[in-house]
């Protein structure tokens, strides 16, 4: 069974960056994607990245956050730039379609 570990949340000012991680405990070949979620709300795709390395992004991150991958090290990664204080949730990782067990999530706050 496949296990993920996201981690690199924090609190952040308006317009600060940063960088969250996702380490698989296993090699995945799948496509990837980034999911957030606030309370009360249900969970969201905000990036996503194939196999191949093609990227995709919701459109209210679109600009501003950045999705990678890196296969050597079973990893793939968010960059967020510019951020808001909607993008304030617990950040997950997961397969798309999203078949694996789900991680922790890590927090990513954005306020003033």
């Known amino acids: 069974q496949v296990q993920l570990v996201e981690s690199g949340g924090g609190l952040v000012q308006p317009g600060g960056s940063l960088r969250l991680s996702c380490a698989a405990s296993r090699s995945i070949f799948s496509n990837m994607g980034w999911y957030r979620q606030v309370p009360g709300k249900q969970r969201e795709l905000v990036a996503g990245?194939?196999?191949?390395?093609?990227?995709s992004y919701a459109d209210s991150v679109k600009g501003r956050f950045t999705i990678a991958r890196d296969n050597a090290k079973n990893t793939v990664y968010l960059q967020m730039d510019s951020l808001k204080p909607e993008d304030t949730a617990v950040y997950y990782c997961?397969?798309?379609?999203?078949?694996?067990?789900w991680g922790q999530g890590t927090q990513v706050t954005v306020s003033s």
């Open positions: 997961n397969a798309r379609p999203s078949y694996l067990p």
């Open positions: 990245i194939t196999s191949g390395g093609s990227t």
